[in-house]
């Protein structure tokens, strides 16, 4: 083979070599444009359902969240996680629970108090599932929002076992229901330490109020041993008492 053939069949393997290589950037650059723009809409969704919870949380009401597409989720102590990848961080009283392919969610708040308001608590939920529990709950049902399915133990995808609650209140069994056992230890952990510091605050409130001492004594010594598994009733009839005597209530 001549020198000018040799040279030929050289331009052919550089330009074969070269096509590669320039294939093979393209090719890394499609992925890392697929990559950017699954990166960016798991950030649209994780920031527009923050925005979603903390709504739900101030006006305590039921919202869907539907945004066409399939997700998934998990929820964690402190911040949850859309498809593995945008982590968005919360400070904020939220139970729910890790849910795959999932492309809506239901929304909703509950005030909980005890016997004074403490927080609202958000609450998210998977209506692919569907719920039951272990016993007779007043105003469970009732309290639940439209889309969800309460069914037998027996056919139920979800059983919250009541007894096994740490308090006896309708919005742990909303919790329980809704989380998953993680997230529930946090969520609880956090709304204890809410309700210590509003129950600081009206402890304080009740060393402050002028006049009425033995009153607000008995209101401050009730408080002082009040905590979230307690009986509410003698504190509610003490603070209501400093009305009829002429004193201002503490809450």
Partial sequence: MGKRGQGMQFNWIFVVIAGAILLSMFAGFA???VDLRESRNDAEIGRGLDQIFLSSKSTA???????????????????FVI????????????????????????????????PFRVDNIVYVFDPRKTVAVSENVPGF?????????????????????????????????????????NNFGCGVSLLENKFENVKEV???????MPGCISSYADVKLKLDSLFLNSNVEELVDSNRA??????????
């Fill in 83 to 114: 498809n593995k990848d945008y982590r968005q961080e919360y400070d904020y009283v939220i139970f729910g629970d890790d849910a795959e392919d999932v492309d809506e969610l239901i929304i909703w708040s509950r005030e909980f108090k005890h």
């Fill in 61 to 79: 009401q039921y919202k869907p969240f539907d945004i066409g597409r399939d997700f998934d989720i998990n929820f964690l102590c402190d911040e």
């Fill in 141 to 181: 049902v009732e309290g639940l929002p439209e889309g969800i399915q309460v069914v037998s133990s027996n056919q139920a995808d979800i059983v919250v076992n009541v007894n096994s609650l740490p308090y006896n209140d309708l919005a742990f069994v909303y919790a329980a229901m809704v989380s998953n056992e």
């Fill in 31 to 33: 992925v890392k444009y």
């Fill in 242 to 251: 400093l009305n009829s005597l002429g004193c201002g209530v503490v809450f």
């Fill in 202 to 208: 009206y402890y304080d409130k009740a060393s402050n």
